[in-house]
């Protein structure tokens, strides 16, 4: 009976987020979506492993294990600037999307009397692209990592979703060691403060944002009015950064943004930073299959949004990949107990 349910599962069943009884995911026993007294902290189903993933602010990512699979827990601290039903945005925009680099939700779980929420996520990764492209990484598997991103953006955007904080911290690698697919895999994360559209037209908005300076679009830092071509100015971002990463200059990157004093993001230094991409067609990345990235980099980076090319238009350009057209990974047996 709708009576019976507690106000916290009355707001889930309204944003239809309790999902049926064949598709529940119910680990906890008490549903996808699980509520706890606050005198039943122990009850909750999961092993502390003591790796934290990352935190900000207002969150903390862990690493924990359910049942014997390997699952990050997002610990959202919730008050008077964030309620928990705000933060449930990020669990609405995630049930909707099944797509095989999109980090899935696997549950959630709240306390009697506490404004948390905890959202459990799959899979966990092993660093994000910021630190994988410090590493000794292999090239051919950074470019391929080109054509999954342009493809799960234009998916996104499929969906009338915008993410608008597209940036390497977000951009999550998994190595998958043991895996028949041993290459590694990208996923993109953090969908704190996307947002969802009834149409195209809805998603062109003006209203205030949070946003990354760093990768946020110009018209995203101005507060004027933005569409989906704000996600590919910010994806654009990243794909410079992955292109100087191969060509073995990201620190000339870097120092075209730490030289301007004033303003260090990318849409402050834009005409500087399509030169350098430009520049990166007399480096062997043409051999390594990097110059469509190149040219869909100086379009995705142009200052006025209507003559950025659409996700779709992006993805046209860029080779994709059979891991890219399948869904959400499913949940796996950590290799600890295999």
Same mark, same amino acid.
């Given at each position: #009976?709708?009576?019976?349910?507690?106000?916290?599962?009355?707001?889930?069943?309204?944003?239809?987020?309790?999902?049926?009884?064949?598709?529940?995911? /119910?680990?906890?026993?008490?549903?996808?979506?699980?509520?706890?007294?606050?005198?039943?902290?122990?009850?909750?189903?999961?092993?502390?492993?003591?790796?934290?993933?990352?935190?900000?602010? @207002?969150?903390?990512?862990?690493?924990?294990?359910?049942?014997?699979?390997?699952?990050?827990?997002?610990?959202?601290?919730?008050?008077?600037? #964030?309620?928990?039903?705000?933060?449930?945005?990020?669990?609405?925009?995630?049930?909707?999307? /099944?797509?095989?680099?999109?980090?899935?939700?696997?549950?959630?779980?709240?306390?009697?009397?506490?404004? @948390?929420?905890?959202?459990?996520?799959?899979?966990?990764?092993?660093?994000? !692209?910021?630190?994988? #492209?410090?590493?000794?990484?292999?090239?051919?598997?950074?470019?391929?990592?080109?054509?999954? *991103?342009?493809?799960?953006?234009?998916?996104?955007?499929?969906?009338?979703?915008?993410?608008?904080? $597209?940036?390497?911290?977000? $951009? *999550?690698?998994?190595?998958?060691?043991?895996?028949?697919?041993?290459?590694?895999?990208?996923?993109?994360?953090?969908?704190?403060?996307?947002?969802?559209?009834?149409?195209? !037209?809805?998603?062109?908005?003006?209203?205030?944002?949070?946003?990354?300076?760093?990768?946020?679009?110009?018209?995203?830092?101005?507060?004027?009015?933005?569409?989906?071509?704000?996600?590919?100015?910010?994806?654009?971002?990243?794909?410079?950064?992955?292109?100087?990463?191969?060509?073995?200059?990201?620190?000339?990157? $870097?120092?075209? !943004?730490?030289? /301007?004093?004033?303003?260090?993001?990318?849409?402050? /230094? $834009?005409?500087?930073?399509?030169?350098?991409? @430009?520049?990166?067609?007399?480096?062997?990345?043409?051999?390594?299959?990097?110059? *469509?990235?190149?040219?869909?980099?100086?379009?995705?980076?142009?200052?006025?949004?209507?003559?950025?090319?659409?996700? @779709?238009?992006? *993805?046209?350009? !860029?080779?994709?990949?059979?891991?890219?057209?399948?869904?959400?990974?499913?949940?796996?047996?950590?290799?600890?107990?295999?």
């Amino acid at each position: #009976m709708p009576g019976s349910l507690t106000p916290w599962k009355r707001f889930l069943k309204e944003r239809e987020l309790l999902p049926s009884a064949f598709e529940e995911q /119910n680990s906890s026993g008490r549903g996808q979506h699980a509520e706890y007294s606050k005198t039943e902290v122990g009850k909750v189903p999961l092993e502390r492993c003591g790796q934290i993933l990352g935190h900000s602010a @207002n969150a903390l990512v862990e690493v924990v294990k359910c049942k014997r699979i390997t699952l990050a827990r997002k610990t959202i601290r919730c008050g008077r600037r #964030m309620r928990r039903e705000d933060a449930a945005k990020e669990v609405e925009h995630l049930q909707r999307l /099944n797509h095989a680099h999109i980090v899935r939700v696997v549950g959630t779980y709240v306390f009697e009397h506490s404004r @948390n929420l905890q959202i459990l996520i799959y899979p966990v990764a092993d660093c994000d !692209l910021e630190t994988y #492209m410090e590493t000794d990484f292999d090239r051919d598997v950074l470019v391929r990592f080109f054509g999954c *991103l342009a493809h799960t953006i234009e998916y996104l955007h499929k969906k009338l979703i915008k993410h608008i904080d $597209i940036k390497p911290k977000n $951009i *999550l690698v998994r190595y998958r060691y043991g895996s028949y697919e041993q290459a590694p895999k990208i996923y993109l994360a953090d969908f704190g403060i996307a947002r969802s559209y009834e149409s195209a !037209l809805d998603a062109e908005t003006c209203s205030p944002t949070a946003y990354t300076r760093t990768y946020a679009a110009p018209e995203v830092v101005a507060q004027e009015t933005r569409g989906f071509k704000a996600d590919i100015f910010s994806l654009g971002c990243v794909f410079a950064e992955m292109l100087c990463a191969l060509a073995y200059r990201s620190d000339e990157l $870097i120092g075209i !943004l730490q030289e /301007n004093i004033e303003d260090k993001s990318f849409q402050a /230094n $834009i005409e500087t930073v399509q030169y350098l991409v @430009n520049s990166l067609r007399d480096q062997d990345l043409i051999h390594l299959g990097a110059d *469509l990235a190149i040219f869909n980099c100086h379009r995705m980076l142009h200052r006025d949004p209507d003559m950025r090319p659409p996700a @779709n238009i992006v *993805l046209h350009y !860029l080779p994709h990949h059979q891991c890219c057209i399948a869904m959400s990974d499913r949940l796996e047996v950590s290799s600890d107990y295999q």
